[in-house]
């Protein structure tokens, strides 16, 4: 009777080696499969601001783009739609530019005006003299559209349209929509309600006071004093997809 207890003894043995070399199997093919789902901490992608340009070494009279230097702006670039009173989208895509000396002068006007709870929101920039043109074709009426063989302030990249909006993005009262042309976008008419007047003279004593004049019968158009004899322009931006 010593052979059936001996074999069992054996086949009891087998059977332990087995199962522990299944359960050392089982544990290097956990920790195998563990590190393979684990990502290595360097690389892990973290989600990046894109980096805003500097002025260093750029000439006042250079022409950039408004949103590669400060986020703190709203646009509504009216005429890269046909939501304005040409009825017509005369700009190919909608880009703020301007020259250097310009757009410094604008983000210092917006630091005030953020200061004070709102931001500058834009309709109009730059405007290349091609485009004047196509203006000029539509509306030949100097009293709202500059003749192109001249120009406008517009096309030197020294002049700007714009309104303010609170920090949540919303519109202050000025009274009248962009590019009215009625005595009520008047900056000499008084006959309106005081958070009107109030809105309007907030806009107009900033912007004047970072180098800027209005004419008196557009609330939203400034120019930049500095501009004035810079040449009309035609350079025209690229449109990114």
């Known amino acids: 009777m010593k052979y059936p207890v001996m074999l069992f003894a054996f086949v009891l043995v087998l059977s332990c080696k087995q199962s522990k070399k299944h359960v050392e199997n089982d ?26 340009k500097t002025f260093d070494g750029l000439a006042d009279t250079t022409f950039v783009r408004l949103a590669d230097f400060s986020e703190d702006f709203a646009y509504d670039m009216r005429y890269a739609t046909e939501n304005n009173f040409l009825k017509a989208k005369v700009y190919d895509c909608a880009e703020c530019y301007t020259r250097v000396k310009t757009a410094k002068a604008l983000i210092e006007a917006n630091k005030d005006f953020i200061r004070q709870g709102t931001k500058i929101k834009f309709y109009d920039c730059y405007r290349p ?65 005081q958070e009107i007047l109030d809105n309007r003279k907030l806009l107009k004593e900033t912007m004047e006071a970072h180098g800027f004049w209005s004419i008196r019968t557009e609330w939203w158009h400034y120019n930049l004093s500095a501009a004035s004899n810079d040449p009309v322009a035609n350079f025209k931006w690229e449109c990114k997809d």
Do not use: C
């Open 27 to 52: 544990t290097v093919e956990v920790g195998r499969g563990t590190a393979l789902d684990a990502e290595p901490k360097d690389s892990i992608t973290k989600p990046t601001t894109p980096k805003l």
């Open 129 to 193: 003299n091609s485009v004047q043109y196509k203006m000029w074709e539509i509306v030949p009426n100097p009293q709202y559209v500059a003749n192109p063989d001249k120009g406008s302030i517009h096309n030197k990249g020294g002049a700007v349209d714009i309104t303010l909006v609170d920090i949540e993005g919303n519109e202050l009262d000025m009274g009248t929509d962009f590019d009215f042309f009625g005595k009520r976008a008047y900056h000499d008419n008084m006959d309106l309600p």
